[in-house]
Structures are given as structure tokens and as C-alpha cells.
């Protein structure tokens, strides 16, 4: 069976892109699906000087393990200020100095929402721009628009919307 990670680029107890991306997994058929919570791998903020006295970080090295055991990720990311949020880029800053190509070549879901109406899609080219030079093999990418109006009781109320991410699931499925 295969083996697939789902998180949110979020440390909000609340995310609205956790939400997303269990409901994304829990569309994937025939794999065992591992839900993580970047709040279990806290990490100081990177800093080349921290870095030099103190090493890397033992979550850094776990959580870059658990994407080397993985078949594929699926990954939505929350957006701040038009880019991902600061503890999801500290995370990838830290997993970057341990291995530059950390996402190791893996299929990658990777989506984004937000409570208005462009879905965090800023955050999301900016990511799909960058993946690829860190080992990103972006399988399939969605962007919900206006969570609030499109999502309820754990999954897409639109019916065009929730379309639209099966499709990707289908890719990312056929991926992994």
C-alpha cells in the first residue's frame, strides 16, 4: 500500500488548509494516509548563526525523513501577505539545509485556500515556481477560492470546485 503525508503549511489550530488537505487525502483510494501537524515539529527560527552553534534541529531531519518514507505529498498552503506562511517557509529553510533537493522527487498535491476570493493563489505560483528547483514533482495543484462560501462539513460544497480537485487527486493517484 502506498504511502501518502498530508499537512498544511500552517500551524493554525483552525487551518482552513488542514481542512483542505485531509479532505484532498481522503480521496486518494488504496493508500495509508498520514495527517501531520506542523505544530509537533517546532523549530527556531533559522539563522545561519543559530545554525553554526547549535546544528540543525532533530524536527528538521524528522520531518524531512518523513517525506523521504512518503509515496507522495499532499500539501496545502496557508498564505500570508501573499507568500506562505513564516512557519512553513522556517520549516523549509531548515529541511533545505539538510538536503537542497528535499522534496526528493516525490509526487506532489499541492494546493492552497483562503477565505477570499483568489484561494491563496499568489502563495500557491509562488510555491509551484520554487518546488521544482528543491526536488518538487508538483503531480497536480488546485486553489479553493472563498472557503467559508465552498467548504463545509469536511469537504468542497461546490460541485464544480469539487471537481475540479478530483481531477487532480486522479492525477496525483496515478502519480504515486
Known amino acids: 500500500m502506498k504511502k501518502v503525508i498530508a499537512f498544511a503549511g500552517s500551524n493554525s489550530s483552525t487551518s482552513i488548509n488542514k481542512k483542505l488537505a485531509i479532505y484532498a487525502a481522503s480521496l486518494v483510494n488504496d493508500a495509508e494516509i498520514d495527517i501531520l501537524d506542523l505544530n509537533n515539529f517546532e523549530l527556531p527560527l533559522y539563522g545561519i548563526d543559530y545554525e ?24 496545502s498552503l496557508a498564505e500570508h501577505n501573499g507568500t506562505y506562511a513564516t512557519v512553513f517557509k522556517n520549516l523549509f529553510d531548515w529541511m533545505s539545509r539538510i538536503d537542497g533537493k528535499l522534496w526528493s522527487d516525490k509526487p506532489m498535491l499541492l494546493m492552497a ?9 499568489t502563495g500557491l505560483e509562488i510555491a509551484k515556481g520554487r518546488f521544482g ?16 462560501d465552498n467548504f463545509s462539513d469536511g469537504k468542497i460544497t461546490s460541485h ?9 487527486v486522479k492525477q496525483f493517484q496515478e502519480s504515486i
Open 160 to 168: 464544480e470546485l469539487n471537481n475540479q480537485l478530483l481531477e487532480e
Open 52 to 75: 553554526l552553534s547549535h546544528g540543525i534541529p532533530d524536527n528538521a531531519n524528522k520531518f524531512l525523513n518523513l517525506i523521504r518514507g512518503a509515496d507522495g505529498i499532499v500539501l
Open 133 to 148: 528547483y528543491m526536488g518538487g514533482n508538483i503531480v497536480g495543484s488546485f486553489s479553493l477560492p472563498s472557503f467559508n
Open 113 to 121: 485556500t483562503s477565505p477570499g476570493a483568489r484561494g491563496g493563489a
